[in-house]
């Protein structure tokens, strides 16, 4: 049986629904944006080429550490996940390439995955490793960490599982690997701070010298968990230094949901591009920890800033300064396509208001100390409502003008529940 795919008439008869209100939508605002001296069909257009890939772990149901509640229709294999991170980027047209997790996603047939993957117009971007958990059959436990671990033997393993991740991602043609460790400790006097961060250079450069000369290797830091007392790369400032051990290839990554509460994460964005080592960003929201709850669904306007960081970077910096961008996310009680659908859009409102904020007049006023009016200049760019941008982009790429009343339109859920029956075993992994 052909899986099923959301067909482009559905699309376009959607589309044809949405047309008229879109375009008056459209002018108008094209018509005040114009008077600000922003033209609306070039911000439309960087839009249109701006990606945030989709994680493989993503399309099914996460869980909490208490329980996962099962969807219906789940994706049973990485090919069945391609499928799902295909009807995310048929309708929405923001996300035309996948993160995969080794050895989740681990392919008997990598010719296979590369094909199917080319036959859906979808790319593989970072690949990431995972020495956090036990998998099946392993020699050696992480349960006192992997690339740290006071054992040479562990800290091996877990350099090879890394290796083993860049020649996977070779073969499929991804040019970076993420790197997140949970190593660290849970009480005080368990690890020496020093050894454990000495260990983890030793580690981390064993993996970068099995860098090809195009890939980069991105240090993702979290300040907590499962680490509950101290983690080996808990900060951007540890991260950093590490990157900077490393080498040019190193860069470090930045996850919204990896920082205290409160943390100034606009301004970590911006130190870490000045010094050009800022690699990649994983989006989500929180509210307390790492929720990883859907991007823009808390903080919008924490996105918009770091957003308006980020443009400054591209301003500064031009087509070298590019981080791979992703959403990270745990869907536990929503569906995975509809949360990354809708997370994908927030992640492009963000980054079209960035986009439409008046440089000049903010530079102006922060020169001559007109606080208020700098202030005014930011928010000028948040207030406005940039969805029919969005929509317009998406639908001049083929994609929809609301994705996710045409996903529910499209009847996919339901197809998927009949084409695969859960056998209730699954897991999904949450980083
Ligand atoms: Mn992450």
């Not at 190593?183 to 030793?202: C, H, I, K, M």
């Not at 003008?401 to 197809?415: N, T, V």
Request: aromatic share 10%.
């Amino acid at each position: 049986m052909d899986a099923f795919r959301i067909s482009d008439s559905v699309i376009a008869d959607h589309n044809a629904r949405a047309a008229a209100s879109l375009k008056r939508d459209y002018d108008n605002l094209g018509e005040a944006l114009s008077r600000r001296g922003v033209k609306i069909d070039s911000i439309r257009d960087t839009v249109a080429r701006f990606n945030v890939a989709v994680p493989s772990w993503g399309v099914g149901t996460g869980g909490t550490r208490f329980a996962r509640f099962a969807g219906v229709g789940e994706p049973r294999n990485v090919y069945e996940k391609l499928d799902d991170c295909d009807a995310i980027h048929r309708l929405g047209r923001i996300s035309r390439t996948v993160s995969l997790h080794f050895p989740w996603d681990k392919a008997e047939d990598l010719g296979r995955l590369k094909s199917h993957a080319r036959e859906l117009g979808l790319a593989f971007d970072a690949v990431n490793s995972n020495t956090f958990q036990d998998q099946a059959g392993q020699t050696l436990s992480y349960k006192f960490g992997s690339l740290t671990h006071q054992d040479r033997e562990v800290r091996k393993q877990a350099v090879r599982h890394n290796l083993e991740c860049i020649e996977l991602g070779k073969e499929l043609g991804s040019k970076a690997i993420t790197v997140w460790v949970g190593d660290g400790s849970n009480f005080p006097g368990q690890q020496d701070f020093t050894e454990a961060f000495e260990r983890y250079l030793e580690s981390a450069s064993e993996i970068y010298r099995g860098l090809p000369s195009d890939w980069m290797m991105f240090l993702e830091h979290k300040l907590f968990e499962p680490a509950f007392y101290a983690t080996v790369i808990n900060d951007w400032g540890t991260s950093y230094l590490a990157a900077s051990r490393l080498g040019p290839q190193a860069k470090c990554l930045v996850d919204l949901g990896h920082h205290a509460p409160n943390t100034n994460i606009e301004m970590i964005v911006a130190r870490l591009a000045w010094a050009k080592k800022l690699g990649g960003f994983h989006f989500n929201d929180s509210m307390y920890g790492d929720d990883d709850l859907d991007s823009g669904s808390i903080k919008p306007f924490q996105l918009f800033l770091i957003f308006n960081e980020l443009v400054s970077a591209e301003r500064r910096q031009g087509a070298e300064f590019k981080p791979a961008y992703m959403l990270d996310q745990s869907h536990n009680v929503t569906d995975p396509i509809e949360s990354l659908l809708l997370s994908g859009q927030e992640v492009g409102r963000a980054y079209a208001k960035a986009l439409i904020i008046d440089r000049a007049k903010l530079s102006a006023a922060q020169q001559a100390n007109d606080v208020i009016e700098a202030r005014r200049t930011v928010t000028a760019a948040y207030q406005t409502d940039v969805s029919p941008i969005l929509a317009a982009a998406r639908v001049q790429q083929g994609g929809a003008a609301d994705p996710i009343a045409a996903f529910r339109e499209s009847g996919y859920r339901e197809r998927k529940t009949k084409e695969r029956p859960s056998d209730g075993s699954r897991r999904s992994g949450i980083v």
